[in-house]
C-alpha cells in the first residue's frame, strides 16, 4: 500500500516541504530509504524499526521503501523520523491516510518511541501554513515553538504510543484534545510593525519599561559623556563601534548599557531573531517570541566555525544569533587576526554564507558591532607616565586588527581613565540615564523610517554611494568643507561615504532635515582616533 505525508526540512534559514512517500509491498522483507539523505536520516530505520516494536507496531513482514522528496535536496537532521514512522503506520493500515493527509510532521524519535525535540520547527510551522496545511505535529516540547505561529492547528505529542492511539481514532483527530488555534502575538501586541517607530514614540518607550529594568543604565556610568555621545549616534544610526582605551576606563559597561537604549523589536524582527535560535536549536521549552535585543559578547579565543557558523550539518553562528542586536567584541586585539577577518563579508552584507557540498546556507547576520581594545600591550599608551611599551610594542599591538576591519568601523571614541572628581565628586552620577537617551535615539529612528519608507532601508549605516546621493545631499558650503576634509586626512571611498552616514544620523539626532557643517565636522572626528592610532589617514 502507498502513502504520502509531509515534513519540513531546513536550508540555511529558510525551510521547506518534504514529502515523505511509503511503499509497503509483498516480497522480501525490508526497509529501505532513498531521497538524497545524510547520515543522520539513513540512520534512522534502526531508530524507527524499535520505536515501532517497543510502541506496539511492529514492521510487518513486508518489504518498505521510503522516498523523501524532492530528491534534488540534501535532507540532514532528525526530524524525519516521526513522518517516516507515521507513514510506515499509514502504508500497512494502522492509521487512515485522511487523518494525516494536510499534516506537516516532524519530530526525532527515540529507541523506547518518545518523541524527541528538533530544531526549526518555527519555520517548518511557518511553511507548512503557507503551503496551505491545516495541521502541525511536533514534539511535545515544540508545543509552544509551534503554537507562535497564527492560523494553524497544532499538536503535540510526547511518545509514540500515544500519537498512534490518537490518530486511530474512528471519528477523526478531536479537535479539542490537543490542537489549539495559534496567534503568534497577544492581542495587545498585534500591529506592533505599524507603531514599532513612526509617529508613537511613547507606546514604544512604554513597551521598553521593563526592559530598562533588567538592563545596565547609563546613568551608572560615571562621566565618559563623550562615549556616552559616541553610543547614542551609534545606537540611532546602527553603526559599528569601536571604543579605545585603558583597562578599568569603563568600556565594557558602556558596551553593555547600548542595549538599554536601542528601541524595542518589531513584531517581524522579534520572528526573526526567533527563527535564528530555533534553526540553531536553542529555543527553550515553552518559550516565546523573544523580546529583548540579542547582546552577543563571545571570548576572545572563540573559533571562526563558533563564530559565522558552520559544521558538518551548518548552523547558524554567534554572528546570526546576534541578529538586530549587538555583537560584542571585548579586548579586540586579542581575538586571531583571520577570525576577525571572517566579519567582513558579514559586516558589508548583513548576511552570512557558508558553502558545503550540499549546497550554499544563508544565515542573516545584520548586528552592530560594537568592539573594546586597550591602545597598547600595558594598556595605558599614550600616558609616558604609565605606559611602557616601545613604539614597535604599541604598532604591533595595534596591528592585530586588520585595515579591511577597521575600514568598516563607523566611530572611533576615546575612553579616557577617570578623574577622581568625575567618580566621587559633586557632578558623579549625573549624567543622561537610558530613558532619556533612548528617547533621542528612538525619534532619530522614526525620522529614519519616514524618510525610507517603502526602500527596504531602515537605518542612515545602510545606505549606499546611490542613495547616500539622494538622501544624504550637500551645500556647496558642505561640499567644499569635505572636499578640504577628504585631501586632509586622505580619507578612501568609504571612510568617505561613512561620515556623510555619520553625518546623516547626527542631524537626525538634532531634529534637522539637512546635513548642516558641524554634523559633518563631528563626524569627521569620530575618524580622528583611526589615523592617531594606526597613523593612517581616512
Not at 495541521?135 to 507562535?148: G, H
Not at 563631528?522 to 589615523?531: F, I, L, N, S, T
Request: glycine residues 10%; contains cysteine.
Amino acid at each position: 500500500m502507498y502513502s504520502t505525508v509531509y515534513t519540513g526540512g531546513l536550508h540555511g534559514m529558510e525551510s521547506y516541504l518534504a514529502r515523505v512517500e511509503v511503499d509497503a509491498s509483498r516480497g522480501l522483507p525490508g526497509f529501505e530509504m532513498v531521497g538524497l539523505l545524510g547520515s543522520e536520516v539513513k540512520e534512522a530505520r534502526e531508530r524507527i524499526r524499535v520505536a515501532l516494536k517497543n510502541a506496539e507496531a511492529a514492521l510487518p513482514p513486508v518489504r518498505i521503501t521510503v522516498n523523501i522528496s524532492p530528491a534534488s535536496l540534501h535532507k540532514e537532521g532528525t526530524s524525519y523520523d516521526l513522518p517516516v514512522a507515521v507513514g510506515i503506520l499509514v502504508s500497512t493500515g494502522m492509521i487512515p491516510q485522511n487523518y494525516v493527509k494536510d499534516s506537516m510532521i516532524a519530530g526525532e524519535l527515540g529507541l523506547s518511541g518518545e518523541i524527541k525535540p528538533v530544531r526549526g520547527i518555527l519555520p517548518m510551522a511557518l511553511e507548512a501554513k503557507k503551503q496551505g496545511l491545516k495541521r502541525c505535529i511536533v514534539p511535545l516540547e515544540n508545543l509552544a515553538e509551534a503554537q507562535l505561529v497564527e492560523g494553524i492547528k497544532i499538536l503535540g505529542a510526547g511518545c509514540l504510543i500515544q500519537l498512534i492511539e490518537l490518530l486511530q481514532c474512528r471519528d477523526g483527530v478531536p479537535e479539542n484534545l490537543l490542537y489549539k488555534d495559534i496567534m503568534y502575538m497577544e492581542k495587545t501586541e498585534k500591529n506592533t510593525d505599524a507603531d514599532s517607530m513612526s509617529g508613537n514614540v511613547a507606546a514604544n518607550m512604554e513597551r521598553t519599561a521593563d526592559l530598562a529594568e533588567i538592563l545596565p543604565d547609563f546613568a551608572d556610568v560615571s562621566g565618559q559623556e563623550g562615549a556616552k555621545r559616541a553610543a547614542v549616534v551609534a545606537a540611532a544610526g546602527f553603526h559599528h563601534l569601536l571604543m579605545i582605551g585603558p583597562p578599568g576606563s569603563g568600556k565594557t559597561m558602556l558596551a553593555r548599557c547600548i542595549p538599554s537604549i536601542l528601541p524595542p523589536l518589531s513584531t517581524q524582527e522579534r520572528l526573526e531573531v526567533t527563527k535564528v535560535r530555533s534553526v540553531a536549536g536553542l529555543m527553550e521549552e515553552g518559550a516565546g517570541l523573544l523580546k529583548n535585543r540579542p547582546f552577543i559578547s563571545p571570548h576572545h579565543t572563540v573559533t571562526s566555525r563558533a563564530l559565522t557558523g558552520g559544521g558538518q550539518v551548518p548552523r547558524p553562528g554567534l554572528i546570526s544569533l546576534a541578529h538586530r542586536g549587538v555583537l560584542f567584541l571585548d579586548e579586540l586585539t586579542e581575538f586571531k587576526r583571520a577570525t576577525l577577518d571572517l566579519l567582513r563579508q558579514p559586516m558589508e552584507e548583513r548576511r552570512v554564507q557558508i558553502a558545503r557540498n550540499s549546497g550554499t546556507y544563508v544565515y542573516p547576520s545584520d548586528f552592530m558591532l560594537v568592539a573594546a581594545m586597550n591602545p597598547c600591550p600595558c594598556g595605558y599608551y599614550p600616558d609616558r607616565n604609565r605606559c611602557r611599551c616601545t613604539p614597535g610594542e604599541v604598532q604591533r599591538y595595534l596591528n592585530r586588527v586588520s585595515g579591511p576591519i577597521l575600514d568598516r568601523m563607523d566611530i572611533f571614541t576615546e575612553v579616557s581613565r577617570i578623574d577622581f572628581a568625575g567618580l566621587a565628586g559633586e557632578n558623579a552620577g549625573t549624567g543622561a540615564d537610558s530613558r532619556s537617551l533612548r528617547m533621542q535615539v528612538m525619534e532619530a529612528r522614526a525620522r529614519q523610517e519616514a524618510r525610507y519608507a517603502g526602500t527596504g532601508l531602515r537605518f542612515n549605516s545602510q545606505l549606499g554611494p546611490g542613495e547616500i546621493r539622494k538622501y544624504c545631499r550637500l551645500g556647496l558650503a558642505q561640499q567644499q568643507y569635505m572636499e578640504q576634509l577628504f585631501h586632509a586626512l586622505q580619507l578612501s571611498a568609504r571612510a568617505y561615504h561613512r561620515i556623510i552616514r555619520l553625518a546623516r544620523t547626527l542631524a537626525d539626532l538634532d531634529g534637522k532635515d539637512t546635513i548642516e557643517q558641524v554634523h559633518l565636522s563631528e563626524a569627521a572626528c569620530y575618524r580622528m582616533a583611526d589615523g592617531k592610532y594606526w597613523r593612517k589617514k581616512g
